[in-house]
């Protein structure tokens, strides 16, 4: 009998701040669980033991939490991101409960059950009351910024639908200690402020990569298939006609704009844009292939993005979209706290990216981090302050998410 079958019964959602500690329960760790989870909804019976092996196994760990699922056999968490480019979010979320058979590396755990090393629970002083709901959570960066591992582990199974609201009471307390919001941070303030420490644990993120050289290796790649691919020109078409529809007239910007290709096919169509791009080699190809065409109103113009503010004034433009653009940032907040600055009241952010994929990636070459559409809805609405107004996607060989908002 497997794990997951194992828990047959319902169990109740945790109320929010609600914890229960067993500092009994092995001589080595200390187990915390959120309040209505009881012990008939853990599972496998020898949990407790199971979790004990984890700490013998995992070099430095200090706090090991168990997968999460619904009454319904879905994955609620395995496990928690937080100084990622995504901000917060839940590994995993939605997935089949039988999803993740192997222990997974994570920022943080932020509720179920988790086993706590002894000595680090001592050093630290357990759970911090005054984090109410985030107290696991913050429990686990003191943890790894100590230099503790943190992860979630699959055959520990706990039936708990509880989860951390976008905003709680606490967020302001959780600031205040860490120095950025947890569900948008800015990674350039979380690495000067933390540099040298765990929180940095990731490579992926934080470690130097390298340059991005996909224009220089594919020239002018969006004009080709446009030329020659049909689902890429029917794909590119309805991105356009979106944009067109949102804006009668006033200015479009192209943030990320490569190779050009979008900011001409909206100026075909009489908008004005302006793109910007921090390759030289994407703007080069940019204003060598719309120099010699001919535009119903303004010319496309393009110019360099460097590091810092963009160089327009504040609600400057009705429109600012983003193309296939988000999954390459490595610091997303920052880029769509820009974007948010240049739009009128009433003007729209528009941004697509592929859907996140269990297992896989679009371009693991050089895709930072792909979405799910909640997690792209959340990190929009908390960065900008403005209301996403509608979504959609597009299928076919494609698996794109669309996500406008409004301000």
């Not at 100590?146 to 582990?153: F, L, N, P, S, Y």
């Given at each position: 009998?497997?794990?997951?079958?194992?828990?047959?019964?319902?169990?109740?959602?945790?109320?929010?701040?609600?914890?229960?500690?067993?500092?009994?329960?092995?001589?080595?760790m200390v187990v915390v669980w959120t309040g209505a989870v009881r012990h008939d909804a853990i599972a496998p019976a020898d949990w407790l033991d199971r979790f004990a092996s984890r700490f013998r196994e995992l070099p430095s760990v200090g706090l090991i939490g168990a997968k999460r699922i619904s009454v319904d056999r879905k994955l609620v968490s395995m496990g928690e991101f937080i100084v990622h480019p995504k901000g917060?979010?839940?590994?995993?979320?939605?997935?089949?409960?039988?999803?993740?058979?192997?222990?997974?590396?994570?920022?943080?755990?932020?509720?179920?059950?988790?086993?706590?090393?002894?000595?680090?629970?001592?050093?630290?002083?357990?759970?911090?009351?005054?984090?109410?709901?985030?107290?696991?959570?913050?429990?686990?960066?003191?943890?790894?910024?100590?230099?503790?591992?943190?992860?979630?582990?699959?055959?520990?199974?706990?039936?708990?639908?509880?989860?951390?609201?976008?905003?709680?009471?606490?967020?302001?307390?959780?600031?205040?200690?860490?120095?950025?919001?947890?569900?948008?941070?800015?990674?350039?303030?979380?690495?000067?402020?933390?540099?040298?420490?765990?929180?940095?644990?990731?490579?992926?993120?934080?470690?130097?990569?390298?340059?991005?050289?996909?224009?220089?290796?594919?020239?002018?790649?969006?004009?080709?298939?446009?030329?020659?691919?049909?689902?890429?020109?029917?794909?590119?078409?309805?991105?356009?006609?979106?944009?067109?529809?949102l804006m009668p007239r006033g200015l479009a910007v192209d943030l990320g704009c490569g190779d050009g290709l979008y900011a001409h096919l909206l100026a075909k169509q009489g908008v004005e844009v302006i793109g910007f791009d921090p390759e030289p080699s994407a703007i080069e190809q940019a204003i060598k292939a719309t120099k010699d065409q001919a535009y119903p109103a303004t010319r496309p113009r393009f110019e360099r993005?460097?590091?810092?503010?963009?160089?327009?004034?504040?609600?400057?433009?009705?429109?600012?979209?983003?193309?296939?653009?988000?999954?390459?940032?490595?610091?997303?907040?920052?880029?769509?706290?820009?974007?948010?600055?240049?739009?009128?009241?009433?003007?729209?952010?528009?941004?697509?990216?592929?859907?996140?994929?269990?297992?896989?990636?679009?371009?693991?070459?050089?895709?930072?981090?792909?979405?799910?559409?909640?997690?792209?809805?959340?990190?929009?609405?908390?960065?900008?302050?403005?209301?996403?107004?509608?979504?959609?996607?597009?299928?076919?060989?494609?698996?794109?998410?669309?996500?406008?908002?409004?301000?």
């Amino acid at each position: 009998m497997s794990v997951l079958s194992t828990l047959s019964r319902p169990v109740s959602v945790a109320a929010p701040g609600a914890w229960r500690i067993d500092a009994k329960s092995h001589d080595a760790m200390v187990v915390v669980w959120t309040g209505a989870v009881r012990h008939d909804a853990i599972a496998p019976a020898d949990w407790l033991d199971r979790f004990a092996s984890r700490f013998r196994e995992l070099p430095s760990v200090g706090l090991i939490g168990a997968k999460r699922i619904s009454v319904d056999r879905k994955l609620v968490s395995m496990g928690e991101f937080i100084v990622h480019p995504k901000g917060f979010h839940s590994l995993g979320e939605g997935l089949s409960a039988d999803a993740y058979r192997f222990p997974e590396e994570v920022d943080a755990i932020a509720g179920g059950v988790a086993a706590i090393d002894r000595a680090m629970w001592d050093r630290h002083g357990g759970l911090d009351e005054a984090m109410g709901p985030l107290a696991l959570l913050d429990l686990s960066l003191r943890a790894r910024r100590a230099g503790g591992r943190c992860g979630a582990v699959p055959d520990v199974v706990v039936k708990d639908e509880s989860v951390l609201t976008r905003r709680c009471a606490e967020d302001e307390h959780f600031v205040r200690r860490w120095g950025f919001d947890r569900l948008s941070p800015d990674l350039e303030v979380v690495r000067a402020r933390h540099a040298g420490s765990g929180l940095l644990w990731n490579v992926r993120f934080w470690g130097a990569a390298l340059p991005f050289e996909k224009y220089d290796q594919r020239p002018a790649l969006h004009w080709k298939s446009y030329a020659e691919v049909e689902p890429f020109r029917q794909r590119a078409d309805h991105f356009v006609k979106i944009i067109r529809n949102l804006m009668p007239r006033g200015l479009a910007v192209d943030l990320g704009c490569g190779d050009g290709l979008y900011a001409h096919l909206l100026a075909k169509q009489g908008v004005e844009v302006i793109g910007f791009d921090p390759e030289p080699s994407a703007i080069e190809q940019a204003i060598k292939a719309t120099k010699d065409q001919a535009y119903p109103a303004t010319r496309p113009r393009f110019e360099r993005l460097a590091p810092g503010p963009l160089p327009m004034a504040d609600g400057t433009a009705n429109t600012v979209y983003m193309l296939d653009v988000i999954e390459h940032l490595p610091n997303p907040t920052a880029v769509l706290r820009e974007a948010a600055r240049l739009i009128v009241p009433g003007g729209h952010l528009i941004v697509s990216t592929p859907a996140w994929q269990f297992g896989g990636s679009s371009d693991p070459t050089y895709h930072v981090a792909e979405y799910t559409m909640p997690e792209l809805e959340r990190q929009i609405e908390t960065v900008t302050s403005m209301k996403i107004v509608n979504r959609a996607r597009i299928t076919g060989i494609y698996r794109d998410i669309i996500a406008i908002a409004r301000r």
